[in-house]
């Protein structure tokens, strides 16, 4: 249970990836507010990124949005990232800002417009080969607003047919990622809604495709740990988006609203081997910074996860295991409970600073005056946003 | 249980107010699809409401929201709804698009925010005196996304000291409305979330301040027409905004997602003295036509509402009446069922007939050519949006 | 879109199973109300859902309970049941009432408890080849209160081997047909919560494992047609257990809560081949009359089934395909809407007269006088129920 | 930040109620499972509560629940209580049970049977004037489960009607505490659903009629703290009912599904003056122990309130003011977030033994033997239970 260079050790293993779109301005349907000095290009944002790195040292990899992110020489973004002390990670695609997708893109009846949208992956993998990215994610935001809008089992068999034609596309050293979500932007039906849709629809790709768990993308009252540890054991649990969410897909700091939901997904991960080094599934953010500081908004999110980790990493398995097996449930529950209590955020201090990083990231961002200067600098053109 | 003149009598008091906002453009943070022909100021908007109205005979007024239907000249505006066979009716106070009410607009810390979002309303009240509206309805974003933000508390008294300062501008004639949400664009609290906060702000306020219940703003498995049997009988039910939703505010076509739920809203409304010439209940629209045609849209949710009514008004109430003092389930069940399986279509379309209305006011307009002739002359300026 | 006598034929392909438990005694856990004339043996809730079918044509298979519905003989049972015109169905396992399962049963950690609850399931594939049985259908209340208590993935590991062990002694025309439920009893995790992890579970079983759809054991919101069509998709929809919801597992008159539901439901197993002759899909119900009559209800029940599906066999599918294909949103969806609109009770009642069958069941059972007579009869003994 | 002699001393305020029920057999509507040395007696009950006021020093007294704890002699019982160190506390009402309460108790359309629940009512105050009670707490299982079953409106007014007989009998210094839940056992609606009907109907009666509000019978997605803010603020706050919900009313231990919401819900007690001495809110638990054992399990809740209310008394009040008024919404957040993560158990175990406490209740429960002693010695006679 105490902290132990175990501990430590093992918390040098997780590496949380930053999304390049959460330093640019976000919103609600009904307003964006801007912030001073938010990035205007993919150079900006890496730059921004890289901060949270510098003073954490839990973000070595940022995820490109493409279109959002596209630039004409990808070799330099790739340089532009090294000399900043990160390096570019998974390509996200993206087709719901197209007015062809109105009605879908994979899933879309016309041909044409299905070919458009599968090109796009295909250009996407094309980029993920100069980035030297993994990881290709996609989340579709095909689906439609009122029953028999479209035929739903002709649009999931659409998908199928599209996503082989992109997975033969993918390196050997590659991944396909698919995300789901339960609704939004369609509010009957989405086509890729759950665990069980995704898992269905890679499973029937190949090895080399898998699924993306987003915690913001459920039904209310989901256990979302089940679903880890379920998607761990039938090997497939490719990547999280972390975040938060009290009521939809909120997009909040990953363990702003539930941190003991977070401690418990953790405890999942690690238990099924798909934590650190020995394990394949890759943790992102994907967070809106809506109305808090965005750099220091990505900061307490990856200490959160970190803060978490550790939390998890102190249970005392074997007493868990021997509570278990005795049928003891208020020992075991106990157990699992006197490790999310302990407050780990000195030992993480002490941790920071023997690896030569602040003890407190947040005071120190503060102090060096990197959000003064981005404010004063960044003076005219276009802020980077979604785009909507 | 027949479709008598009585029941073709009683549906003659029904009006269902139109939201100018509907033939703008609207869409999901994610984007927002233009279509052709989409207005481009408060005119255009009230003309194509008044089509509607023309086909239906069912939507005598249209509600504005400032600023986005902002005019010179009111007399002007006022006088165009005339001529266009409609009237202008509710008058939508906006605080959620400036870049002061990132924090809040009536519940702000800052003194000078609140002044501003007072005047805002007393703006709107203005605007009510030379529009002839009766009803003020305020919908605040207000709320907060993360635990701590802000004192719940003390928003809250400012919001009911700010309310006091408006109703007291409040003319005899007219009402204050204040609408309520559960979330969004708030996260983690709204500062009106709920009925029963609604209701105690405008009990503090006085006679004339009444609840706007919004069917989309409430949190999964909450029995609406519940909330619509207690503020009738509370006697605070001001208004409905109607729309439907599988999941969250989806903003669908009102009866599109439950119709069975919107005939048991309807059933409460009558029961409780809410409808028609003996009620003082506002049915409005507050719809988004995301991918679907606007004008189109808004005749069937009008339609919608009136086949509901329809079969709402079929009840056998001495049957029901007497099965439920028998505590005999399945007949007391069996009466409201028979009522709402009922096909009232054919009846309605007489109804329209004898009215001087198209039998079938979907296929009326579509081969009106209304539609063809709105998107072949707007062209240029730009079209009207929620201006997000 | 009328009803035609191709609508006819096809409605003479259907057959609602219904469960034996539905006659005895339910309730929640604050209390069970007794009714008169409740059945007091299996034999006599056979007789019981014999007059449902007697007045409906609809319901020829009665489901039976193990061990509330064991008999010493069940050849007897057997006899009984198609002396009264009905035959034994679906054999359901229950291993949720014994203190050994207090933590568990087929995923229990203890051997010695495993072992019973798979000889209970093995016992009962001996009863189903007694009672000509086709389905054995697996509910587990398995799960955990509290997070901790035990080993999620090493539960789900055990519940592999279990039904491995089970579904080798199914028989060549039987199958195994697992349940899932998103919670109750348990309420931290269920070990089959979803229909993806029965999906996975049954996947590694075989082809004569298949998954039970109950339409109340999801979460808030879940889009349930969805699943229908990707189990169908899948072929691995078994069978639903049909009842109705407005917040958790209500257990009410299927159809009662949320009609326009049940027709898409019943849209999309007739779409995807589930239905009738064509297809391998059961239909059940799995009710809970707590406080109306248990026979009407039981025929409310079947009729709300009937005429669902004759609804959803009027949509007109040409129309319905050329309005998806043209992207028409409103007329796609009103085509649905048409056919969900359309009261097709006269239509109904004239088929039910054209087989011998009476126009109005639910007058028919009243004026029979049965309940009467079993109320008159049945004095004495223990009246059946749940035996909690 | 620090844990002060000033938080010690606040914390000797604290007083949390215990359920007597809570000690007996309680279960799901699937099987109650039993457990040794379960009281058979309220005497017993009370024996088994006043352990974990010995050990814990926060639960004084015991809540009763008519007609489960019905003694022939109250003076007794409480002499009882007395010597075991305890004192009575809240009655209960239940018209639940009753065969006459299938269709509603206050709400009933039959005068006869209302009649009767009232009169229970007052026999509750009797007993209440016996005990020395303050409270009398009404949670009403009214309602219906099929739309159309009764009038809704009739039941709220024969409701309002009942109450207002009810309380013109309450003693000046006792209250009338109306508790409110969304389902359960009723399915479509219930009598009393959520906070603004309770506060509607208490309001009505009088300044000593307030509200209860229990943690689980609320709407997924409900922000609770919000209501408890609200409550305090209109001066209705009468008490709560501590347990804790993954799902609907699942009764589990207070603080184990959500500890994070266990201390927003608190924070707002204390902030709105509902704490201790200086305040007027009740705090009791209504929990079920249906797997875990149920004196350690009693002890394990008292602790977590205990926990969650130092932590919320270690809040950073001038800094959290400070961030909101300067809007830093990730400061204001983070100075809360600081509170909840700190690890007040070391403290509070000190805290303890200066009170002459154990450091480790559940230890010293355990090393007691009373555990081992009540299962040998209550041999015979019918465990209690809640009887359904």
Chains 1, 2, 3, 4 share one sequence.
Not at 246 to 254: P, Q, R, S, T
Request: overall charge negative; hydrophobic content about 40%.
């Amino acid at each position: 249970m105490a902290f132990t260079s175990q501990t430590a050790s093992r918390l040098e293993e997780q590496a949380i990836e930053l999304p390049s779109w959460a330093f640019g301005n976000s919103g609600t349907r009904f307003k964006v507010f801007t912030q001073p000095g938010v990035p205007r290009d993919p150079f900006e944002k890496i730059a921004d990124a890289a901060q949270v790195h510098k003073h954490t040292g839990l973000s070595p990899t940022v995820a490109l949005h493409i279109p959002w992110d596209k630039v004409d020489d990808y070799a330099a973004l790739r340089e532009h990232a090294e000399d900043h002390g990160v390096a570019l990670g998974t390509v996200n695609s993206n087709t719901f800002q197209d007015d062809d997708y109105k009605l879908g893109s994979l899933a879309h009846r016309d041909p044409t417009i299905r070919r458009k949208a599968i090109d796009h992956h295909l250009e996407c993998i094309d980029i993920m080969d100069m980035t030297g990215s993994r990881d290709l994610k996609i989340w579709l935001a095909d689906g439609t607003n009122y029953p028999g809008q479209d035929d739903m089992r002709g649009r999931q068999d659409r998908i199928a047919a599209s996503l082989e034609e992109i997975y033969a596309r993918i390196g050997d050293e590659q991944r396909l990622v698919l995300e789901y979500k339960i609704f939004e932007p369609a509010f009957y039906h989405m086509d890729i809604p759950d665990w069980g849709t995704s898992y269905a629809q890679v499973s029937a790709l190949g090895e080399r495709a898998v699924v993306c768990l987003d915690t913001g993308h459920h039904a209310p009252s989901t256990n979302i740990e089940f679903i880890v540890m379920q998607l761990l054991r039938l090997g497939k649990l490719g990547s999280f988006d972390f975040n938060s969410r009290f009521y939809a897909d909120d997009d909040l700091i990953v363990g702003a609203a539930d941190p003991f939901q977070l401690f418990r997904i953790i405890v999942e991960v690690i238990r099924g081997g798909g934590y650190g080094e020995e394990g394949d599934t890759a943790f992102m953010l994907d967070q809106c910074h809506n109305i808090e500081d965005k750099i220091p908004g990505q900061i307490r999110s990856v200490l959160n996860v970190q803060e978490m980790t550790a939390r998890a990493l102190l249970i005392d398995l074997p007493s868990l295991d021997a509570a278990q097996a005795a049928g003891d449930v208020l020992t075991a529950n106990g157990t699992m409970m006197d490790a999310f209590y302990t407050d780990v955020r000195p030992d993480l201090a002490t941790w920071r600073q023997e690896r030569g990083l602040p003890a407190d990231p947040i005071a120190a961002y503060a102090a060096s005056g990197y959000q003064q200067k981005i404010a004063a600098d960044r003076v005219g053109g276009t802020q980077a946003g979604w785009g909507a």
